[in-house]
Structures are given as structure tokens and as C-alpha cells.
């Protein structure tokens, strides 16, 4: 089910391949497009979120960025020149580079109706702490998007729309967390303490948090393509630490444990440390990393072999009892292991030369004799367990159980002989 969950995650990015740079819209990103947004190995992560965020820094004198540039060459045009495709493209250049008030200043003049305005507008929003706002115009943008779009496709425009949705839930969660700090604590920016809920249920506690935790267990109804929707929603936003921490989450629920600690660590560089959740899941990742990566060594990507070792482990550390109980259903169990046993053993492979077959039919008395064997100790067990039914039946109803009587002549039904005579000891019947 893992595996499953990283192809159809890895379809979903793929085929998005030259649109990687949207939610924060640039229809001209100057940024190579042609990866997707963030493999699995933290290392080619940071070949994507690296450049990013270093954008989103004080510029070098001297050695401007490549949205500086976009920016400068689009700044040279006068506003009425400026088309609303433009306008988009340059308030995303703000936005990349932690200017998000030239970004609105800019935005405000383009064509509100445009859904892409709408979702700058909301991502810029955003920036400022301006929730409310950014949960309206992300609702505006999402009501305006069209079935159509020059320059994209439908799987495009249907990608890019689920993540806006996603993208409404995480602005609600934070617009709803703000306001319950502001109730609570008379702190609306309160530090926050716990991750976002994207998906339609809450996750449950962290006190049985494991590494490798079954995704239904710790978030609710995980679906298929989830780290590919948080991936989008940290390309669009690469410094959020609250995503990056969900994504380490999800990486540890499809069993990239080892991947998910240095998502973990780098995030514990960042002050993360003083979050109990994270700190509590970070220890219980570290603690397993080393068996993880040992399974990886060993097994690699072969699920189906480290599958059929377990089941052949728990095999041979399960009990076995000396005298089987009366009925049939431990004599099946201990049948049906064996079958799997041998089915297993089966599908081994042996570096040894395999010797040839023998030529001709010969008759092997061996499975022969204990399959009749097994035939007659399940027989029996067999009676066994329908007469211990058929007492306990019995006694149940309080009815004696009445043993079978035997079939006598006719004759004898009619009662016993009479004789209103004195008839001696030894008469015999029919003799006068």
C-alpha cells in the first residue's frame, strides 16, 4: 500500500513536470521547471528548496537573483503597459523575494477577476498575517477557475485546483487557531504548537507514535497522492516550517524513515525543539532510524521478500502445543502454516546447482501416507467434536441423552404375553 501511495504521488508530480512553480503564480518562472517539486532523498530535496529560499533573502550587492531580474525588466514597464499575465508574474517576484507589500501594491491594479490574481492575492495576504482576507480572495479564486486555460492542460488545471483546495483548508485551520488564541490567550500570535490539518480527520494523540505508523492511524484518511499535495504547498511556500514538518510526517507513513529524520533534524536546527509533538516524534524516529536503514541494506526495495520472511519468522517463533485440544480448528491452523510454509519455501531461491530430475514416475509413499494420516486424525477429531457438541446440546435443553435402541421383531410390540392362568416358571410360549 506504501509503494502504491509513492507511484501514484510520483504520476501526479510527473505530469506536472512544466508547471512546478504555481500557487505563488509564474507563468515565466526564471527557476529550472523540468524536476519534480521534491523527490524523496532529502539531498535532491534541497536542489528544489534550496534556491527558494535563498531567495526569500537580503540581496547580494552586486549579484542579483534570477526573480531581481525578472522583476527589474517587468519594473521598466510603464503601468498601463503592463498586461494582467505580467502583473501576476511580477507579484509573484515579490512574493519570492519576501516583498509581499510591493506584491499587493501591484496585484491590486490587475484585473480582479482573473483567477490568478485571486491566488496571489490570497498568498499575499497570507505573508502580510492577514488571514481573513486571504481566506476570502483563495474562496474567490477557487469559484473562478476556468475549464479552460491558454497554455495548460486539463490535468493542469484539475492538479492545480485540488491543491488550491487543500491550500483553503490550511488558511482556515490558521484563520480558526488564531482566533481561539485570541479567545483563549488574548494572544492571536500565539506561538503555534501543532501541525496543520489538512485532511478531513484529525490525526490522533502522539503518545503511540512508531516509526513507520500506519498513515489511518496517525492522520485519518490519508489519500493516495498526499505528499505530492504537500510538496506543491511547500514549493509555494518553501519556508513554512509547519509544512515541512508534515512532510517529514508523511514521509515516515510510506516508510522513508531514514529520509524523514533529516527532514526532522534540519527542522531541529530551526527551533523546533521547543514544539513537544515534534520533539516527542523526533526522538522515537531517531531511535528506529538504525534498524530502518539496516532493512534497507538487507531487503532494499523488496517488499515481497521482506513480506514472506516475516511471515516465515512468525512461523517459527510461533507455540506449538504438545497434544492438540479436541476439534478440528487447531489441527487447520497448523495445516494452513505449513501449506504457506511450503508454498514459501517454494519461491526461494537456491544459489546452489540444482540436481536433475530423476526420468521416469515413481511412486512416493511419503505424502501419501500423511495425507491419509492427517485425513484420519481430522475424521476423528471430527467425531469427537460433533458428539462433545451434541452432550453439550443435550445438557443445555436438560433432556437425558437417551442412547439409540436396537430393532426388535414386531412380534414384541404388542406387549408382553398374558395368561389368566397360573403358567409355571418354565412354560414355554406356543406349547399347551
Known amino acids: 500500500m506504501n509503494h502504491i501511495r509513492i507511484v501514484l504521488a510520483t504520476l501526479a508530480v510527473g505530469l506536472l513536470a512544466g508547471f512546478v512553480r504555481a500557487g505563488v503564480y509564474n507563468?515565466?518562472?526564471?527557476?529550472?521547471?523540468?524536476?519534480?517539486?521534491?523527490?524523496?532523498?532529502?539531498?535532491?530535496?534541497?536542489?528544489?528548496?534550496?534556491?527558494?529560499?535563498?531567495?526569500?533573502?537580503?540581496?547580494?550587492?552586486?549579484?542579483?537573483?534570477?526573480?531581481?531580474?525578472?522583476?527589474?525588466?517587468?519594473?521598466?514597464?510603464?503601468?498601463?503597459?503592463?498586461?494582467?499575465?505580467?502583473?501576476?508574474?511580477?507579484?509573484a517576484c515579490y512574493l519570492r523575494m519576501n516583498r509581499p507589500n510591493d506584491a499587493l501594491r501591484v496585484l491590486r491594479e490587475a484585473d480582479q477577476n482573473h483567477f490568478l490574481v485571486r491566488a496571489n492575492l490570497a498568498a499575499t495576504y497570507q505573508a502580510l498575517n492577514e488571514l481573513r482576507q486571504a481566506v476570502a480572495y483563495e474562496g474567490q479564486a477557487l469559484a473562478a477557475w476556468p475549464s479552460i486555460q491558454p497554455g495548460w492542460n486539463s490535468v493542469e488545471l484539475v492538479w492545480y485546483r485540488r491543491v488550491e483546495g487543500y491550500y483553503l483548508k490550511l488558511l482556515q485551520f490558521r484563520l480558526a487557531e488564531r482566533d481561539a488564541n485570541e479567545r483563549l490567550y488574548n494572544q492571536p500570535n500565539r506561538p503555534w504548537d501543532k501541525m496543520d490539518i489538512l485532511f478531513d480527520k484529525p490525526r490522533a494523540g502522539g503518545g503511540d507514535y512508531q516509526a513507520q505508523e500506519l498513515p489511518w492511524k496517525l492522520w485519518g484518511d490519508l489519500p493516495p497522492d498526499a505528499y505530492a499535495i504537500v510538496s506543491q504547498l511547500l514549493v509555494w511556500f518553501p519556508n513554512d516550517d509547519r509544512l515541512y514538518w508534515q512532510l517529514g510526517e508523511i514521509m515516515n507513513s510510506i516508510g522513508l524513515v531514514p529520509e524523514a529524520v533529516k527532514v526532522f533534524d534540519e527542522l531541529s536546527n530551526k527551533n523546533l525543539n521547543g514544539v513537544r509533538e515534534f520533539k516527542e516524534h523526533r526522538r522515537t524516529l531517531k531511535e528506529s532510524v538504525d534498524v530502518a536503514n539496516a532493512l534497507i541494506a538487507v531487503y532494499g526495495n523488496d517488499t515481497a521478500r521482506f513480506q514472506r520472511d516475516c511471515k516465515l519468522f512468525l512461523l517459527e517463533i510461533s507455540p506449538r502445543g504438545l497434544l492438540l485440544p479436541p476439534g478440528g480448528g487447531a489441527l487447520a491452523n497448523e495445516t494452513g502454516m505449513a501449506v504457506v510454509m511450503q508454498a514459501f519455501a517454494s519461491t526461494r531461491t537456491d544459489d546452489s546447482p540444482t540436481r536433475p530430475l530423476p526420468r521416469g514416475w515413481r511412486l512416493d509413499w511419503q505424502p501419501i501416507f500423511v495425507g491419509f494420516a492427517a485425513g484420519v486424525i481430522v475424521a476423528v477429531l471430527g467425531a469427537l467434536q460433533w458428539m462433545e457438541w451434541r452432550r453439550r446440546r443435550h445438557a443445555a435443553s436438560g433432556a437425558p441423552i437417551v442412547p439409540s435402541q436396537p430393532t426388535e421383531p414386531a412380534v414384541h410390540e404388542a406387549g408382553a404375553f398374558r395368561s389368566d392362568d397360573a403358567t409355571p416358571s418354565d412354560r414355554v410360549e406356543g406349547t399347551s
Open 27 to 91: 507563468l515565466d518562472d526564471p527557476l529550472p521547471q523540468h524536476l519534480p517539486p521534491l523527490p524523496y532523498l532529502h539531498e535532491q530535496m534541497q536542489l528544489i528548496l534550496g534556491p527558494l529560499r535563498k531567495v526569500a533573502l537580503p540581496p547580494v550587492l552586486n549579484q542579483p537573483g534570477p526573480y531581481e531580474v525578472q522583476a527589474a525588466k517587468l519594473e521598466r514597464k510603464t503601468a498601463q503597459d503592463l498586461t494582467t499575465i505580467e502583473r501576476v508574474n511580477l507579484g
